[in-house]
C-alpha cells in the first residue's frame, strides 16, 4: 500500500505561484508514475501533469504547459508540483495520485492509477 499526503495549497491571486508537494509512504514510490490531478466544484476530474518512473520528460495537460512544472524527488519519497502564472481556471482541489499500469498513451487517464492523496485546495482570485 501507498500512502499519499498532498499539501501546500491555499488561495492567491492571479498571476501568483503556489507550490504543491506529495509526500509518499508505506512504499518507494520511484517505480511508479506520479500524477497530479484536479477537480473543481461541478467538473470532472483532469489530468494536469504525470512524472513517469524511467525519469522521462514530464507530461503535461495543455491547459498548464509553460506555467506548470512536475519534479519528484525519489530520496524524499515525494512529488511537486510548482505552479506559476495562476489563473482563476486553476482554482481546483489537486491531488497526487501513484501508479504503475500506466504507459505514455494511457498516463492521463485517472482510472490507471492505483493511490491518490486526499488533495489540497487552491483557489485563484481574480
Known amino acids: 500500500q501507498v500512502q499519499l499526503v498532498d499539501s501546500g495549497g491555499g488561495s492567491v491571486q492571479a498571476g501568483g505561484s503556489l507550490r504543491l508537494s506529495c509526500a509518499a509512504s508505506g512504499r518507494t514510490v520511484s517505480s511508479y508514475t506520479m500524477g497530479w490531478f484536479r477537480q473543481a466544484p461541478g467538473k470532472e476530474r483532469e489530468f494536469v501533469a504525470a512524472?513517469?518512473?524511467?525519469?522521462?520528460?514530464?507530461y503535461y495537460a495543455d491547459s498548464v504547459k509553460g506555467r506548470f512544472t512536475a519534479s519528484r524527488d525519489n530520496a524524499k519519497n515525494a512529488v511537486y508540483l510548482q505552479m506559476n502564472s495562476l489563473k482563476p481556471e486553476d482554482t481546483a482541489a489537486y491531488h497526487c495520485?501513484?501508479?504503475?499500469?500506466?504507459?505514455?498513451?494511457?498516463?492521463?487517464?485517472?482510472?490507471?492509477?492505483?493511490?491518490w492523496g486526499q488533495g489540497t485546495q487552491v483557489t485563484v482570485s481574480s
Open positions: 495520485a501513484a501508479g504503475r499500469r500506466t504507459s505514455p498513451s494511457s498516463l492521463r487517464l485517472s482510472a490507471m492509477y492505483d493511490y
Open positions: 512524472l513517469t518512473w524511467s525519469g522521462e520528460m514530464p
